[in-house]
């Protein structure tokens, strides 16, 4: 069956390192994956999305990379801040978009 | 622009009583989605509308309905609730011209099922 994974262990950082978050996933052949934050007590937020054929896109501090042969997905937060404390989802498919369970990210100052 | 709008925020239920989940976009996006989430299950669909008139199951229907009343609107309902659907839903919605593959989400429904 499709399977999405990330850690569910928090990832804490100190403010100015990058984090470094996973979404490996299993029989899937996505044509593109995406990103997405979410704050406690709100609804997710759409951060970035990446196409099979494209092997990394940044958008201000965020880079994600896509390896369909690894089936990974990479995401990175850059000079992390406290504000990026949050749990993010990676999420793969069209229409029936099925998400992982999420990463909660921790940055002290 | 208010985007996805959920009412209510809370509701406590007893079981068996009934209820009904309103969402609404004005963003004029073509699909609609309910979710649910609930601790370390992560999001589930339940239902999604592909477009004004058509309704298909996700990968959780049972125990819920769903009425796509206009390009707007998209309810859930449920008829008999069940302690097993204590959880928080999300309505979302894409399709716009430059946002096609995106979701946007609402705030979510916290609903506790006694």
């Known amino acids: 069956s499709q399977k999405i994974e990330q850690n569910s262990e928090a990832l804490n950082i100190q403010e100015g390192k990058t984090a470094t978050l996973t979404c490996n996933y299993t029989?899937?052949?996505?044509?593109?994956l995406q990103w997405y934050r979410q704050d406690p007590g709100r609804g997710p937020v759409f951060l970035l999305l990446i196409r099979e054929n494209e092997k990394e896109k940044r958008k201000e501090r965020l880079k994600v990379t896509f390896d369909t042969t690894l089936k990974q997905s990479l995401f990175h937060i850059t000079a992390s801040q406290p504000a990026d404390s949050a749990t993010y989802l990676c999420?793969?498919?069209?229409?029936?978009?099925?998400f992982g369970t999420g990463t909660r990210l921790l940055v002290s100052p | 622009n208010a985007g996805v709008t959920q009412t209510p925020k809370f509701q406590v239920l007893k079981t068996g009583q009934s209820m009904t989940l309103q969402c609404a976009q004005d963003m004029n996006h073509n699909s609609m989605y309910w979710y649910r989430q609930d601790p370390g299950m992560g999001l589930r669909l339940i239902y999604y509308?592909?477009?004004?008139?058509?309704?298909d199951k996700g990968e959780v229907p049972n125990g819920y309905n769903v009425s796509r009343l206009n390009k707007r609107e998209f309810s859930l309902r449920l008829e008999s609730a069940a302690p097993s659907q204590t959880s928080v839903y999300f309505c979302a919605s894409s399709g716009g011209p430059s946002t096609n593959e995106k979701l946007f989400f609402g705030s979510g429904t916290q609903l506790s099922v006694l």
């Open positions: 029989n899937y052949s996505p044509a593109y």
């Open positions: 999420a793969l498919g069209f229409q029936k978009l099925v």
């Open positions: 509308s592909a477009s004004e008139g058509t309704t």
